[in-house]
Structure formats: structure tokens, C-alpha cells
């Protein structure tokens, strides 16, 4: 199944010249907008028309992070960024690591190097991103929030445009009465700033071989909450790493921040690779607060809001090629995130300012070709996000093998520069991944203490369905559904005997459910995390753009 594209009769779609066309409004593609803009100021050059494409209603309205922000690449972008009133949180002023055993918690006595945060900012993205558009839009750029980029434009394998999705379609895909045709954007340029599991380039990475020679992309997925507590409880600017409990079957970790205004941000991250089909970060993460050291903290609090997301985790051996024809690639749909601290918006935000001087270069020599964009490569290699990347190039593949028989391996990996005993060590993509329920669990999973959701009660423990009210998330239920099912036969006759449907557990927004063995599909709740498109053991979800401005509204976390 496929959506459809075909017109009404008599309407076509407008097309518009544009000079850079940036395909999304997060802290990759706007520090690439506003970089672009301010060099062309120096440099007294010609009115360019930028364009920023935004899929979420607002720019923020998609954004969700770890949110420990390193403020490198910000120094560089706006130099007096205080003083320009970025929303910063908090300033990180303590850190520790704990380990969480069942019922017991212990503090390691030294804080590991990649867990240390002085000087960092606990922020919300939503809230930042949305600071970095209002400068953008002070510059003069064009940012379009709501419109979704579906498909690339190509002239041999030349990327020249996009064309944005039509809005205005029923379930069946049929215009209604209200129906917008997409547009077609022209661009000497394009920009793929996507994000995590950027779907358009990943369409265009398959078509144009661009991850030949790389590890499969691995991810992580995160779940977070915001909770509120009692007035004069929280201290701001804690920044605090668990690991333990209560992941028992799958590698991961929690972080806890604090801020202003008595909230504490709670999050879970599990890796993807993990052999559990049975993987639910939701429900971990209810099961987290109810660990002694939690619940202590959290006493009176209540959860005020709530994300989640996937991030790339590969890393180095999983970029993939970065230029061609017409286009550039950066921030999280380049698999650039330092996964071992958790941190990618300053690697998006410097990345994206490489892609904007390379693009200044291109407008000033009117060459957009492969050769001349190749020397954003090159700019990316003598940066600090390839410095950062390198350092942990085998990281997450030596996590995967378990925290106790990885920590050699990584000890070593930290005295050689990241190298340990083998380099390149390879990934597995994470669909390949997953072991038959029996296997991992036996023949009674939902026996078993681990599987047990916790009872929500409303204030700090929640169902999934609960969840998704607080994230805002709101798409037309009359659209049509942006989750394509290749084979439902599969999802019946195979993998729900030998899975137990994993896209049932591992989904943060209950989109998937298996009733009367047939798989049915909520896609009005969907969040856009993007787990199901890398997780199903078969590949069988293709998670697509719905209409521009579906999706969550995140404003705080």
C-alpha cells in the first residue's frame, strides 16, 4: 500500500525557486538557516531565499531531548547567547552516577569523565529550537511550519527539490472538500537536517547508495517525563546517571535533571539491538519509579508531561556518505550523536553551521555539484564532531555485549583513543536483532515480575494511553494512515506466535494492537518516535510523513 498522489482535475500544485531548501526546523537545519544567513551578511552577497520546512504545527512542537545541552557550538553560533535570552534552564552545578540494584542504590564514589557536565545547561529543546526559529526569522528566512517534505526531486540522481504532502485527504486518500495540493520547492540546494530516522532521506540514502560500506544505523529509545513536585523541594541544576534497574533483558541507562519552577525531568533510554521482543520503555520507565531511590525523590510529585523519541546511535561507522549532487546531510539524520554521553544537539547545531559555510561557498561560486559540496566532508572531518565521534566509534557495539562483560573493553577503548582490540567493530541492524519470546523469557512471559506494569494511579504512574494525552499529540483520525503495513498476514500467522508482536511493547504511544490476531493500528496516536520503522523483526512497518502539522505538541520537555 502506498499513498496516494494523483490530483483532482484541473488542480496542480505551484512551484516555487528557492536558492536553499532546509528539510527540517530542529537544531540542525536552523543553525544551518541562520549561520547561512549571517554569512551572507558579511560577505555582502545577493538576497538569497532560504526556506525551512517543518513538519510539526510549530517549530518545538516535535523537538524532544536528553536536553544536557553542550554550549560549543552555541558559543560559536551566537556568542552572547545569555544575554540574547536563550532559554536555558539551568546550569549544571552537580553530577553523580548511581547504580540501582532491586531495592538498593549506590553512588559511585567518582563520577566517570563521560558523565561530567560542569559547564553544560540543562535546556528544553522544544523551547530552544523555537529561540534559534525567532532569530532565523528576524534574518529574513522562511520557515514553514506544517509542511511535511514527502518526496525528493531528482534530475538523473541530482536532487533539485522536494515536493511537499498534500493535506486535505480522507482515509482512502481521496481529496476532500478542503483538499491543498503539496508543493513542489526547486532548490539549488537541499539540506537534510530530518532529525532521528529521517524518513524522506532515508528514501534518498537507499536510492543513491549513500551507506555503502557503513554499519547498518543502530538506535536507542528514549522515554521522558516531566513531573512536578512541591514547591521548594527540587534544587536546580542536577544532573544525575542511573544504571541497574530496571532494565534487566536490554542495555540502557536513566538520567534525572533538575530545573527551576520544582520539576524534575525523568528519562529512560534502552538500546534498540536488545534480543527482547518483549522491550517496553514506558512501561520501564513506570517501573523505574518505584524503586526506593525514586520514590523517595519523587514523593508529592506529580507527571506533568511526557516524550519520547529514538536516537541514532551508530555513531562514526554509520555516517553516512554526507554530499552529492545538490544535497547535504547533517545532525541526527547523519548518525551524529556521541552516544556514550548522550549528547548530539552542539554535533547537529556545528554540523548544520558546516553545511551552511559550504553552502555559501557553492551560491558564491554558483557550483552545487558533488565536487564542490565535497569539501563539507572535509570540514566535518576536521572538526570537533568528527574529534567527538571518533573517540567513541565502538562504544555502543561494545555496550551491546552487556554492561559487566563490556566495561574491559571500554576501559581499554577509553586508554587507545576509542580503538580497543578490534577496529571497525560492526553493528547488526536492530530488526535483525530480536529472539523468539520462549527463548528470552520462557514459556510464561507475562508471569514474570519484570513484565508487569505497575498500577497507574493517575499522578506519577501512568498507562500508555494516559501517557500520550499529556504529549498533545493530535492528528486528522480522517486522514490517511501514515504507518504502511507491508504484510498483515505476517503480523498474524508469524510474528505474533513467535514475537508477541513487539511493535505492541515497544511503542511509547499504544499505536499498535493485536485484537482478535489481526493487527490494528492507532495512528492517530503516534508520536513520531520511528521505533516501529527500525524494531519490527520483518521490516513491515514503513513509517511515512502524515499531514503537515500532525504529530505531537511538546512544549516544555
Not at 586508554?415 to 510464561?444: F, I, N, Q, S, Y
Request: glycine fraction near 10%.
Amino acid at each position: 500500500m502506498s499513498l496516494r498522489t494523483d490530483l483532482p482535475e484541473g488542480v496542480t500544485r505551484e512551484t516555487m525557486d528557492v536558492d536553499v531548501l532546509i528539510i527540517g526546523g530542529g537544531s540542525a537545519g536552523l543553525s544551518a538557516a541562520l549561520h547561512l544567513a549571517e554569512l551572507r551578511e558579511k560577505k555582502n552577497l545577493p538576497e538569497q531565499m532560504i526556506v525551512v520546512l517543518e513538519k510539526g504545527h510549530e517549530v518545538g512542537a516535535h523537538s524532544l531531548s536528553g536536553a544536557v545541552l553542550n554550549p560549543r557550538a552555541l558559543i560559536e553560533l551566537v556568542p552572547n547567547f545569555k544575554e540574547e535570552g536563550c532559554p536555558l534552564e539551568a546550569e549544571v552545578t552537580y553530577d553523580a552516577v548511581h547504580y540501582l540494584g532491586e531495592g538498593f542504590n549506590v553512588k559511585l564514589p567518582v563520577t566517570p569523565p563521560p558523565f561530567k557536565n560542569e559547564g553544560n545547561y540543562i535546556v528544553s529543546v522544544s523551547k530552544f529550537n523555537r529561540w534559534l526559529a525567532a532569530r532565523c526569522e528576524a534574518k529574513g528566512i522562511n520557515i514553514f511550519p506544517g509542511f511535511a517534505a514527502v518526496e525528493a526531486i531528482y534530475e538523473g540522481d541530482r536532487i533539485v527539490g522536494v515536493r511537499t504532502g498534500d493535506k486535505g485527504r480522507d482515509k482512502d486518500g481521496a481529496p476532500k472538500g478542503n483538499f491543498e495540493p503539496g508543493l513542489i520547492l526547486k532548490s539549488k540546494l537541499v539540506i537534510f537536517a530530518e532529525g532521528t530516522r529521517g524518513s524522506l532521506f532515508k528514501r534518498v540514502s537507499e536510492k543513491l547508495n549513500l551507506r555503502d560500506g557503513k554499519n547498518p544505523e543502530v538506535f536507542e529509545e528514549g522515554v521522558k517525563e516531566i513531573i512536578q513536585m512541591p514547591p521548594g523541594t527540587v534544587t536546580p541544576g542536577q544532573v544525575i546517571h542511573t544504571m541497574g534497574f530496571p532494565l534487566k533483558k536490554s542495555i540502557g541507562g536513566t538520567f534525572i535533571y533538575t530545573i527551576p519552577g520544582d520539576k524534575i525531568i525523568l528519562g529512560l533510554v534502552a538500546y534498540l539491538d536488545t534480543h527482547d521482543p518483549l522491550l517496553d520503555p514506558h512501561r520501564e520507565l513506570q517501573k523505574l519509579k518505584t524503586h526506593p531511590f525514586l520514590r523517595e525523590m519523587l514523593k508529592g510529585g506529580k507527571v506533568v508531561a511526557y516524550g519520547g523519541k529514538t536516537l541514532p546511535a551508530g555513531g562514526y561507522y554509520s555516517m553516512p556518505k554526507l554530499f552529492g549532487d545538490g544535497f547535504i546531510v547533517c545532525g541526527d539524520s547523519a548518525s551524529m550523536v556521541d552516544v556514550q554521553k548522550l549528547k548530539g544537539i552542539h554535533l547537529a547545531m556545528k554540523s548544520g553551521m558546516l553545511a551552511a559555510e559550504t553552502a555559501i561557498e557553492a551560491i558564491e561560486a554558483q557550483n552545487f555539484s558533488a565536487a564542490k559540496l565535497e569539501s563539507y566532508d572535509g570540514k566535518i572531518r576536521a572538526s570537533f564532531v568528527n574529534d567527538e565521534l571518533y573517540r567513541v566509534r565502538n562504544f555502543h557495539q561494545t555496550l551491546s555485549q552487556g554492561v559487566l562483560a563490556s566495561l574491559p573493553m571500554i576501559a581499554l577503548q577509553e586508554l587507545t583513543g576509542g580503538r580497543g582490540l578490534v577496529d571497525k567493530m560492526t553493528t547488526h541492524a536492530d530488526a535483525d536483532t530480536t529472539e523468539r519470546v520462549v527463548d528470552v523469557w520462557g514459556p510464561e512471559p507475562w508471569e514474570q515480575a519484570e513484565n508487569q506494569l505497575p498500577k497507574p494511579d493517575g499522578v506519577l504512574f501512568f498507562d500508555k494511553l494516559s501517557s500520550v494525552y499529556l504529549t498533545g499529540t493530535m492528528h486528522d483520525e480522517h486522514s490517511p494512515n501514515h504507518l504502511i503495513l507491508q504484510n498483515a498476514e505476517v503480523c498474524r500467522s508469524t510474528c505474533a506466535p513467535r514475537y508477541k508482536s513487539p511493535c505492541t511493547h515497544f511503542c511509547p504511544a499504544a499505536v499498535y494492537e493485536m485484537i482478535e490476531s489481526n493487527l490494528q493500528i492507532n495512528y492517530t496516536n503516534c508520536i513520531h518516535c520511528k521505533t516501529c520503522d527500525i524494531k519490527c523483526p520483518f521490516e513491515n512497518i514503513d513509517w511515512t510523513v502524515p499531514e503537515g502539522g500532525g504529530g505531537p505538541k511538546y512544549t516544555e520537555v
